[in-house]
């Protein structure tokens, strides 16, 4: 979920949590177990296929989805909209882009455009909640539509029961990425201030993967949880951050999980006389934040491809309709860390696709049968 300026299985996040060794104390290998997970996010993204291969032009026929963003006012949904629609023109099937300005009766409007419109499938796509819309998700499948959801839940969160699926991204592991920069950068002494947002659907997961991973580094390192909710991020986040810093000096690390929130964050360590000395790690890839590692306002941003994610959520609502097996249930987009190392990559100014390469292209059109 990204706002405003804004896979692994859930065996692989067990696995993880056990390999911290959160039971009695941080591991002696606590630092090198961070690293690595670290430098396994430091390699340009390849593309592994999420599922077996499918004639997807056969299966999609006279097959039509109509896709709601949260709102295309965001340029996160307008990018991962743009993006499905390439991925659909592609395979050659229809596929209707709702424009809508994140206001709850053009989402009903949306909802009643597909159905009239004889759509087999809705996409709600970064951030619409399903409870939002219940009546109408019910109506929908009442009369033989599918619904799904993109880029909303957390691949730890249960798809609710009135969804046929849902393309899930990986919190958890974007906030363990968060949680190991910060105990690698300080020496494993970590003293973090994390702010979420409560409201936001994966906040929760996401929170905790972080607060969960610290205290498995280091179970006596400190850490605090400040939510700010959305509405209130211009004004809350940069007085909570000063408060912090003045009543506990020894903060080394701010933990934002939503990149966006950073543009608050930077004036408040200037303030404070602690811009360099306080560093920010945090999620999204967001262009105006990727700026901000190359001047070095943001130590880290844990990116993601918007192109790559829409091309992925075509693939899991295509399987979908077309009852392809094993179901495919998360998105299979990498996770990518940007940092002084590598941002040049990502464009100047930064871009929401550069610095990913392209190999979801040739992998997905492999996949579907195209080439």
């Known amino acids: ?23 009695g104390g941080a591991k002696a290998d606590a630092m090198a177990d961070a690293e690595a997970l670290i430098k396994s996010h430091q390699t340009l993204p390849d593309f592994k296929a999420p599922g077996p291969a499918f004639d997807a032009k056969a299966c999609m026929k006279d097959k039509k989805i109509l ?124 003293n973090v201030v994390i702010i979420g947002s409560d409201e936001i659907v994966p906040t929760a997961p996401f929170v905790k993967s ?17 939510n700010v909710p959305v509405t209130e991020w211009a004004t809350k986040i940069q007085t909570s951050v000063q408060s912090a810093l003045v009543a506990d000096p020894s903060i080394n690390f701010i933990l934002p999980i939503y990149d966006s929130m950073s543009q608050f964050i930077v004036p408040a360590l200037r303030i404070t006389n602690r811009l360099g000395e306080v560093k920010i790690a945090t999620y999204n890839g967001t262009p105006f934040v990727l700026d ?15 192109g790559w994610i829409g091309y992925a959520g075509i693939d899991v609502n295509m399987r979908i309709l077309c009852d392809i097996k094993p179901a495919v249930t998360t998105l299979n987009t990498p996770l990518y860390i940007f940092d002084k190392s590598n941002i040049k990559t990502a464009g100047e100014p930064a871009t929401f696709h550069d610095g990913y390469g392209d190999s979801h292209l040739k992998g997905f059109r492999k996949l579907w049968g195209l080439k």
Request: one cysteine or more; a negative charge.
């Open 67 to 190: 896709e709601i963003p949260l709102t295309m006012a965001n340029p996160f949904n307008a990018e991962i909209a743009k993006a499905m629609a390439a991925a659909a023109a592609e395979v050659g099937f229809e596929f209707k882009n709702w424009d809508n300005q994140l206001k709850v009766d053009q989402w009903v409007q949306g909802m009643a455009a597909a159905i009239a419109g004889g759509y087999n499938l809705i996409d709600l796509q970064g951030g619409i909640p399903p409870a939002a819309l219940g009546p109408q998700i019910d109506e929908a499948r009442g009369k033989g539509l599918k619904v799904t959801t993109t880029h909303l839940y957390d691949v730890t969160q249960d798809i609710p029961p009135n969804l046929d699926g849902s393309a899930r991204m990986n919190y958890t592991r974007a906030g363990q990425l968060m949680a190991a920069w910060a105990f690698t950068k300080t020496g494993g002494k970590p």
């Open 210 to 226: 972080i607060q969960d991973t610290l205290k498995g580094y280091c179970p006596d390192c400190k850490q605090q949880h400040v």
């Open 1 to 23: 979920m990204k706002f405003g300026k804004q896979l692994a299985a859930l065996i692989s996040v067990a696995a993880f949590a056990v390999a911290l060794g959160t039971a």
């Open 292 to 306: 901000m590692v190359r001047t070095g306002e943001v130590d880290m941003d844990v990116g993601e491809s918007l």
